[in-house]
T-cell receptor, first 115, second 114 residues
Framework: AQSVTQLGSHVSVSEGALVLLRCNYS??????LFWYVQYPNQGLQLLLK??????LVKGINGFEAEFKKSETSFHLTKPSAHMSDAAEYFC?????????????FGAGTILRVKS | NAGVTQTPKFQVLKTGQSMTLQCAQD?????MYWYRQDPGMGLRLIYY???????DKGEVPNGYNVSRLNKREFSLRLESAAPSQTSVYFC?????????????FGDGTRLSIL
């Protein structure tokens, strides 16, 4: 069965510092992995996704993630945090059901950016 | 370009009342989904519909019913609301395949049951 673990329910960084949000997955088949961001009182917005090919994936707003099969990880990073990055971030793994695709989400990590 | 539209955005109910949450998408997607979001638990799938005319249970279906009215619309009904159903509800849509296609989310319905 597929599952996702996000380490750290809350992460706090200073503006300009490195952002690192951790995600580990469990999947019985080659995974498709996603990071979504949720700003307050809004829906989820796709940040980036890994399907196949290059293991370093670049997304919107300067975020990137590296797929490491040996570590079953898909950590999200950004070199320099901005105040506007404060949000909740969800890692998810996708797999095909009998009818349609299913997303399994991690519990989420709330990112706080200090000035 | 609206994407996925959910109504209402906020609702307060009393225990035992019923209500229907509406969702419509304009991306011509076949698959639609209903999730609930609770603190510290991520999003959990309530029901999904792979295509018009089909629906199936997800992870937490108890207390809910759904209707896929047509390709665009997918509604979620609470027949007798309970405080445990206080949550934020999200509708999403996607293409059926491939699995690498992302789901697109609405802005959510914030539901409180007293």
């Amino acid at each position: 069965a597929q599952s996702v673990t996000q380490l750290g329910s809350h992460v706090s960084v200073s503006e300009g510092a490195l952002v690192l949000l951790r995600c580990n997955y469990s999947s019985s088949v080659p995974p498709y992995l996603f990071w979504y961001v949720q700003y307050p009182n809004q829906g989820l917005q796709l940040l980036l996704k890994y399907t196949t090919g290059a293991t370093l994936v670049k997304g919107i707003n300067g975020f990137e993630a590296e797929f490491k099969k040996s570590e079953t990880s898909f950590h999200l990073t950004k070199p320099s945090a901005h105040m506007s990055d404060a949000a909740e971030y969800f890692c998810a793994v996708s797999y095909y059901m009998e009818y349609g695709n299913k997303l399994v989400f991690g519990a989420g990590t709330i990112l706080r950016v200090k000035s | 370009n609206a994407g996925v539209t959910q109504t209402p955005k906020f609702q307060v109910l009393k225990t035992g009342q019923s209500m229907t949450l509406q969702c419509a998408q304009d991306m011509n997607h076949n698959s639609m989904y209903w999730y609930r979001q609770d603190p510290g638990m991520g999003l959990r799938l309530i029901y999904y519909s792979a295509s018009e005319g089909t629906t199936d249970k997800g992870e937490v279906p108890n207390g809910y019913n759904v209707s896929r009215l047509n390709k665009r619309e997918f509604s979620l009904r609470l027949e007798s609301a309970a405080p445990s159903q206080t949550s934020v509800y999200f509708c999403a849509s996607s293409e059926i395949q491939p699995t690498s296609k992302p789901q697109h989310f609405g802005d959510g319905t914030r539901l409180s049951i007293l």
